[in-house]
């Protein structure tokens, strides 16, 4: 236990070093620009593809097209260094931008190849689409829901496989593998899977079992921390999404 | 990896939020309350074998404000020793950054909940309790600041808990904490306005912390007293002493919660209340009530006299 009974450190929290992307997004450098369009198009292409195919209700080719073509034009033109943290979340300011885009191009119907050559980004169309077979559409949820939804599934899902990586580099296998098997399976399968019944299949006692699970949601909860410093333009907006993202009311 | 399912999601979700409590006894049951600064769980202290409650700091990365403000209410509590006051246990900060203290497990119902199911006599029996507890703190240079039926719990034998000290003001006392100097202990600067509209005092709306004492707190009191009469059919002397509470300056106010409470007191036990000058009737009216078997002895003797010389008298 850090400290049972003070001095106490308010400020001796785990540290958040990521620069924001957001922030980024308005380097003057362009190299630095690039790497901040690609990390932002990394957290939010699948919300977006998303919202292209359940609300604006387009073919999945003219939804990758498009999912393409809007982070093409955003570099091109400079769309997020024109974000005024001051007036919106980021990802509000984002799905604005996606909802005039479609509509312009639904209203041109056309879809040219956008933003100077710019080379498509790699992206795993085929998985969103199982994502939107497996887990619907957002029935009865207004985009706004949905987008948030789908931008914190994407979120978590990064921070999982960041996870995964995490475990490899420092040798926690097992680790991961006891969070996958409790937190990420557990809550589809028919019968959660015990803390006893892990234990005994990876022949460990209970009590290491819930250290390692312990360990894996800190990491976590760290990651994806991280994530959204990187992906939110300043502390109040940070601490805001971090309140929305884990679940508690902002008050 | 395929996305994550919904439930899959808001487990991670769920679980990422929890406080890591590792390296220390407690073990999380459920969450039984969200507050603006903390979320408190319903925990297993493993080493003693019992429940408590654990009152956490809400925010990741939660601001050092935060974090100071729920460790200020731990320390305030524990200065606090009264069966009116939820007893601390233990405080520090988590593995994960947050601030935490663990507290006697409190069962019951909030004030509001409690006040719907009971007669006015047993509303106004649990303020007195409560009025105890706040005289207590005031005793120990304590403002509560932000009393409302919300951070009162009462349990099921009538027991009054005052919660929710994250924002008192300590005044006239030695700092909490050595490095604490006597602005900071106040906890907040000139125009900060903390508490709960509808139970803050004019002054405390106004963001007047120079002027917050303990008659602020005796108008957060004369609320709850307007909350607990709702409904009644209230009498003058009670009215008065309602109003006595949140008059609009202080100086009209009682100047002690001792005071507020002495005089519900008398109201209770038949008496003249100091804040209503009551009519030569409603004197008498009050009289009889008091006295009503004596006088009704009386009365049945006189008649009995009466009706003896009728019958003599024949």
């Given at each position: 236990?850090?400290?049972?009974?003070?001095?106490?450190s308010?400020?001796?929290?785990?540290?958040?070093?990521r620069?924001?992307?957001?922030?980024?997004?308005?380097?003057?450098?362009?190299?630095?620009?690039?790497?901040?369009?690609?990390?932002l198009?990394?957290?939010?292409?699948k919300?977006?593809?998303?919202?292209?195919?359940?609300?604006?209700?387009?073919?999945?080719?003219?939804?990758e097209?498009l999912?393409?073509?809007?982070f093409a034009?955003?570099?091109?033109?400079?769309?997020?260094?024109?974000?005024?943290?001051?007036?919106a979340?980021?990802?509000?300011?984002?799905?604005?931008?996606?909802?005039?885009?479609?509509?312009?191009?639904?209203?041109?119907?056309?879809?040219?190849?956008?933003?100077?050559g710019?080379?498509?980004?790699?992206?795993?169309?085929?998985?969103?689409?199982?994502?939107l077979?497996?887990?619907?559409?957002?029935?009865?949820?207004?985009?706004?829901?949905y987008?948030?939804?789908?931008?914190?599934?994407?979120?978590?899902?990064?921070?999982?496989?960041?996870?995964?990586?995490?475990?490899?580099?420092?040798?926690?296998?097992?680790?991961?593998?006891?969070?996958?098997?409790?937190?990420?399976?557990?809550?589809?399968?028919p019968?959660?899977?015990?803390y006893?019944?892990?234990?005994?299949?990876?022949?460990?006692?209970?009590?290491?079992?819930?250290?390692?699970?312990s360990?894996?949601?800190?990491?976590l909860?760290?990651?994806v921390?991280e994530?959204?410093?990187?992906?939110?333009?300043?502390?109040?907006?940070?601490?805001?999404?971090?309140?929305?993202?884990?679940?508690?009311?902002?008050? | 990896?395929?996305?994550?399912?919904?439930?899959a999601?808001?487990?991670?979700?769920?679980?990422?939020?929890?406080?890591?409590?590792?390296?220390?006894?407690y073990?999380?049951?459920?969450?039984?309350?969200?507050?603006g600064?903390?979320?408190?769980?319903?925990?297993?202290?493993?080493?003693?074998?019992?429940?408590?409650?654990?009152?956490?700091?809400?925010?990741p990365?939660?601001?050092?404000?935060?974090?100071?403000?729920l460790?200020?209410?731990?320390?305030?509590?524990a200065?606090?020793?009264h069966?009116?006051i939820?007893?601390?246990?233990?405080?520090?900060?988590?593995?994960?950054?947050?601030?935490y203290?663990a507290?006697?497990?409190?069962?019951?119902?909030?004030?509001?909940?409690?006040?719907?199911?009971?007669?006015?006599?047993?509303?106004?029996?649990?303020?007195?309790?409560?009025?105890?507890?706040?005289?207590f703190?005031?005793?120990h240079?304590?403002?509560h600041?932000?009393?409302?039926?919300?951070?009162?719990?009462?349990?099921?034998?009538?027991?009054?808990?005052?919660?929710?000290?994250?924002?008192?003001?300590?005044?006239?006392?030695?700092?909490?904490?050595?490095?604490?100097?006597?602005r900071?202990?106040?906890?907040?600067?000139?125009?900060?306005?903390l508490?709960?509209?509808?139970y803050?005092?004019?002054?405390?709306?106004?963001?007047?912390v120079?002027?917050?004492?303990?008659r602020?707190?005796?108008?957060?009191l004369?609320?709850?007293?307007?909350?607990?009469?709702?409904?009644?059919?209230?009498?003058?002397?009670?009215?008065?002493?309602?109003?006595?509470?949140?008059?609009?300056?202080?100086?009209?106010?009682?100047?002690?919660?001792e005071?507020?409470?002495?005089?519900?007191?008398?109201?209770?036990a038949?008496?003249?209340?100091?804040?209503?000058?009551e009519?030569?009737?409603?004197?008498a009216?009050?009289?009889?009530r008091?006295?009503?078997?004596?006088?009704?002895?009386?009365l049945?003797?006189?008649?009995?006299?009466?009706?003896?010389?009728l019958?003599?008298?024949?």
């Amino acid at each position: 236990m850090p400290s049972e009974t003070g001095p106490w450190s308010p400020g001796d929290r785990f540290p958040l070093t990521r620069r924001s992307v957001v922030i980024a997004a308005r380097d003057a450098d362009p190299e630095v620009r690039r790497q901040a369009w690609e990390a932002l198009a990394a957290s939010y292409w699948k919300p977006i593809y998303k919202v292209l195919r359940s609300r604006w209700r387009l073919e999945r080719e003219a939804a990758e097209d498009l999912t393409q073509e809007f982070f093409a034009s955003a570099l091109a033109k400079g769309t997020f260094e024109r974000y005024d943290p001051a007036k919106a979340r980021f990802r509000t300011y984002l799905r604005t931008c996606l909802d005039g885009f479609a509509a312009n191009e639904r209203k041109a119907a056309r879809r040219l190849k956008r933003g100077g050559g710019q080379e498509p980004l790699s992206l795993d169309f085929e998985g969103a689409e199982e994502e939107l077979r497996r887990h619907g559409a957002g029935e009865g949820l207004d985009v706004e829901e949905y987008f948030h939804r789908e931008w914190v599934r994407s979120l978590f899902g990064l921070a999982v496989e960041d996870l995964r990586q995490w475990a490899e580099r420092t040798g926690k296998r097992v680790c991961f593998q006891l969070f996958e098997s409790y937190d990420l399976e557990g809550p589809d399968a028919p019968e959660r899977p015990s803390y006893a019944g892990l234990a005994a299949e990876h022949g460990l006692p209970v009590t290491q079992v819930t250290n390692h699970l312990s360990a894996a949601r800190r990491e976590l909860r760290r990651l994806v921390l991280e994530r959204l410093r990187e992906l939110t333009a300043s502390e109040e907006e940070f601490r805001s999404e971090a309140r929305l993202v884990l679940g508690v009311d902002p008050g | 990896m395929n996305g994550l399912s919904d439930a899959a999601l808001r487990h991670l979700q769920e679980v990422a939020d929890l406080p890591d409590l590792s390296g220390t006894p407690y073990e999380i049951v459920e969450a039984i309350g969200r507050g603006g600064m903390g979320t408190v769980y319903r925990a297993l202290d493993r080493k003693l074998d019992r429940e408590i409650a654990l009152k956490v700091v809400q925010a990741p990365g939660g601001s050092g404000e935060d974090v100071e403000r729920l460790l200020r209410e731990a320390r305030v509590l524990a200065r606090l020793e009264h069966p009116g006051i939820v007893p601390v246990h233990d405080a520090g900060l988590l593995p994960d950054g947050r601030a935490y203290y663990a507290m006697k497990r409190v069962r019951g119902r909030r004030l509001d909940e409690y006040a719907a199911t009971v007669s006015l006599p047993e509303r106004l029996r649990a303020f007195e309790r409560i009025c105890e507890a706040v005289a207590f703190a005031h005793a120990h240079g304590i403002i509560h600041r932000d009393l409302k039926p919300e951070n009162v719990m009462v349990g099921p034998f009538g027991e009054v808990l005052v919660m929710d000290w994250g924002v008192a003001k300590v005044t006239g006392l030695p700092p909490l904490s050595p490095g604490e100097d006597g602005r900071r202990s106040e906890g907040t600067a000139h125009g900060t306005i903390l508490g709960t509209p509808g139970y803050m005092a004019p002054e405390q709306e106004r963001g007047e912390v120079e002027r917050i004492d303990e008659r602020t707190d005796v108008w957060a009191l004369g609320a709850l007293l307007a909350f607990l009469l709702a409904g009644a059919a209230v009498p003058k002397p009670l009215e008065a002493i309602r109003r006595r509470a949140m008059a609009a300056k202080p100086e009209a106010r009682y100047p002690k919660v001792e005071e507020l409470a002495a005089d519900l007191a008398r109201y209770l036990a038949g008496l003249p209340v100091g804040a209503y000058r009551e009519g030569l009737l409603e004197r008498a009216g009050r009289f009889a009530r008091r006295h009503r078997m004596p006088i009704l002895l009386v009365l049945a003797y006189l008649i009995m006299r009466f009706l003896l010389i009728l019958w003599f008298g024949r």
